[in-house]
């Protein structure tokens, strides 16, 4: 999630579009200025409404406040079911701030995790921080024991074979992310 220059939480994965023959960044560019297929988080909730779980690897920090006003205005619980995902797990901490009810996710490696796990898991206890989401390579049964201990759910991306998703499941991840749909309900059907 990216916010515009012009304010709007938009949806994108690298954060930048073509305009002309350069690419810009979209926090550069006015809403009105992105293409179409660009959506805002306010479009998604329209399409598709509020029933389900949105997770967000927030790009830009400033975008957390809108994500959170835009998801109270689409109604229905829609706060509760929002996840904020950020690799600087103070600069998420900081967002408890804006809602009680959002859920709030450290997205890092576990190399990066210079105080170890323990203290990690703890101190995320302690911040209000829900979940941590970590490289499906960097989990093992151990750490999801460990983060569960601190009541931390334990989150894995780049779940991308059957072989992955498996094990994950095996050793308690509570979500993982995938560019395969197909894959994930296989795998939790098994």
């Not at 579009?17 to 293409?35: E, M, Y």
């Not at 479009?43 to 920090?61: H, I, N, P």
């Not at 995320?124 to 970590?134: F, P």
Request: charged share 25%.
């Amino acid at each position: 999630m990216w916010l515009t220059s012009d304010g709007e939480a938009v949806l994108d994965h690298d954060g930048l579009v073509r305009t002309g023959l350069r690419r810009r960044p979209i926090t550069t560019v006015a809403r009105s200025q992105l293409p179409s297929y660009v959506p805002t988080l306010a479009e998604l909730y329209d399409a598709c409404g509020t029933d389900m779980q949105v997770s967000l690897d927030v790009k830009d920090a400033n975008a957390a406040p809108v994500a959170v006003a835009v998801a109270r205005a689409a109604g229905d619980g829609a706060v509760e079911k929002l996840w904020l995902c950020h690799p600087d797990w103070q600069q998420v901490a900081a967002w408890r701030a804006l809602s009680a009810d959002v859920k709030l996710v450290d997205s890092t490696r576990l190399r990066r995790i210079k105080e170890g796990p323990e203290r990690r898991a703890a101190t995320l206890a302690d911040a209000g921080v829900d979940a941590i989401n970590m490289h499906a390579s960097d989990w093992t049964g151990g750490l999801t024991t460990l983060f569960h201990r601190f009541e931390r759910l334990a989150f894995a991306w780049d779940a991308q074979f059957e072989r992955v998703l498996d094990a994950l499941v095996a050793m308690g991840c509570d979500a993982v992310y995938s560019d395969h749909v197909d894959l994930m309900v296989d795998a939790l059907s098994r």
